[in-house]
């Protein structure tokens, strides 16, 4: 057993959010990391010291991981298999179409391993990938192999990251478990110790067969998925009934078989995870000749949550939204990062554009991220300030629970707008304390509803 061996070579492919942070909690942890990736800009970039993300506390471990010599970044291929025993494959795995996970990152960095394999090497699978992907990766390098020649061992290994975006280095660092799919002992051992400074207070490591920890990635975010639309599905119905959901959310909280995690309602779920996931498992499920009528509605219900606040906004101005300003404050899918991927606020914002309306936003950190996928437009203000958002603006819309959104000076924010109305997406204040201030307040599933729920035109509208 190789426990407390802490300075193996590893590869990594793709430095992404989970790349870039594997990479450099592995080189914190002693191990000397390569990471490669495609994107010469970026490799660029990470080589000066400069990150390509935010991510709390990843600055400073890159930097501690170059300056110490553990942690280096390259677009060259072959250097990247020559270097590490283990071979990382963290690249992306976007939607197709069909919902279907898009392997061809995967299949490319497999394409690459064959390409340059001449040793024994462990090919680490941390993208998130459908059941069957590490034979698909097998078959790849295999075939590779056999066009030059060459004939070495290799294992394919499943590792899923559970990482969350806005804390990524400390769930990397703290890990709650480890699944390692393997049907090689030998292997799983070697991963158990490259990963054994994370887990020290006790082991957290799950060894399985590698398509159950295909499945368990898929299973984790689905379920995450499962239980945001449920809350969603219920806020919608408090609002039908007269009922706040917030009493409710506490009350079935304290029960231990429920629990107080993850049941918040909001306007939707988003970022790069949950809604590619939720399809992806849908898709493969389809293709196993199995129809899940959970998946589906749990998307179908997420979609819908993400048009709440623009209806609640359009019946507010009876229809008439042409030329109205909205106040944006939260651009990011969620707190602590700038990913806005799937975000609530790019369907609230296209959805107010094409009715007219412009929208000044603010996000402590996403606004280059904003200009990066809308670019300059006359209909969206990046402002630097939360208050610029609401100078002038005919309403309020919440989008992200960012810390310094939860108590904000209400007097120079009622002042700000032209009417003090709010759309709270994320259930940060108290309704009868924001009315007793002279807002006109409406969140989600508070009790009393604007919205006309069945009879609404653009909920019917998926996707719009
Ligand atoms: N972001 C998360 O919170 C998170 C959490 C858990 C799992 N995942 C999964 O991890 C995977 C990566 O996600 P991400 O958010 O880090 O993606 P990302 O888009 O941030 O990064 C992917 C990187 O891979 C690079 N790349 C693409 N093809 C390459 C190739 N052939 N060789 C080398 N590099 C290549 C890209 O240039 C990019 O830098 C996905 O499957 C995702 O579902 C993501």
Redesign the pocket.
């Known amino acids: 057993m190789s426990h407390g061996q802490h300075n193996m070579r590893v590869t990594i492919?793709?430095?992404?959010?989970?790349?870039?942070v594997t990479g450099a909690c592995l080189a914190e942890a002693g191990n000397n990391v390569l990471c490669?990736?495609?994107?010469a800009d970026?490799i660029e970039r990470l080589q000066q010291g400069e990150l390509?993300?935010y991510e709390p506390g990843l600055e400073s471990l890159v930097k501690r991981g170059r300056q110490a010599g553990r942690l280096d970044f390259t677009t060259d291929?072959a250097a990247g298999v020559s270097h590490g025993l283990f071979q990382f494959i963290?690249?992306?795995?976007p939607p197709e179409e069909d919902g279907s996970?898009d392997l061809q990152?995967v299949l490319?960095?497999a394409n690459?391993i064959g390409k340059h394999l001449n040793d024994y090497r462990i090919i680490v699978d941390?993208?998130?990938?459908p059941v069957g992907t590490a034979d698909k990766v097998k078959t790849e390098i295999r075939r590779v192999l056999e066009q030059r020649g060459v004939q070495t061992e290799f294992d394919v290994v499943s590792n899923?990251?559970?990482?969350?975006?806005g804390a990524?280095v400390d769930d990397f660092m703290k890990p709650d478990r480890i699944i390692i799919g393997t049907d090689n002992p030998r292997t799983a051992e070697l991963l158990r110790a490259l990963y054994d400074p994370f887990t020290r207070s006790h082991d957290r490591a799950i060894v399985m067969d590698v398509r159950s920890a295909e499945l368990t990635?898929y299973a984790a975010n689905a379920m995450l998925a499962t239980k945001i639309s449920f809350m969603n599905e219920l806020a919608n119905l408090a609002e039908c009934m007269g009922a706040d959901i917030e009493h409710v959310r506490q009350g079935i909280g304290a029960d231990p078989r429920i629990g107080y995690a993850f049941i918040y309602p909001g306007c939707g779920y988003g970022?790069?995870?949950f809604p590619?996931?939720v399809k992806a498992l849908a898709a493969s499920s389809s293709s196993a000749g199995y129809h899940s009528e959970l998946l589906e509605a749990v998307e179908n219900v997420n979609q819908r949550q993400k048009l709440v606040l623009f209806d609640k906004i359009k019946t507010y101005f009876n229809g008439q939204l042409r030329g109205k300003v909205i106040g944006l404050w939260g651009l990011s899918f969620k707190p602590n990062t700038d990913?806005m991927r799937e975000a609530s606020s790019r369907v609230l914002m296209e959805a107010l554009w094409e009715a007219g309306c412009s929208v000044q936003a603010y996000d402590p950190v996403a606004s280059a991220e904003a200009h990066r996928i809308y670019g300059e437009r006359k209909d969206l203000t990046l402002c630097e300030r939360a208050e610029e958002a609401v100078t002038g603006a005919d309403a309020l819309a919440i989008l992200t629970e960012w810390q310094e959104f939860r108590s904000p000076d209400f007097e120079l924010v009622k002042n700000s707008l032209r009417r003090p109305v709010i759309f709270d997406g994320r259930n940060l204040y108290d309704p009868s304390h924001m009315r007793s201030m002279g807002f006109d307040y409406f969140g989600i599933g508070r009790g009393d509803s604007i919205v006309a729920w069945g009879k609404s035109q653009s909920m019917d509208t998926k996707g719009k």
């Open positions: 492919f793709g430095s992404g959010y989970v790349g870039l490669v990736d495609i994107d970026k390509p993300i291929a963290s690249v992306g795995t996970a990152h490319a960095v690459s941390k993208s998130t990938v899923p990251e559970f990482l969350k975006e990524a990635k970022g790069s995870c590619k996931d990913d």
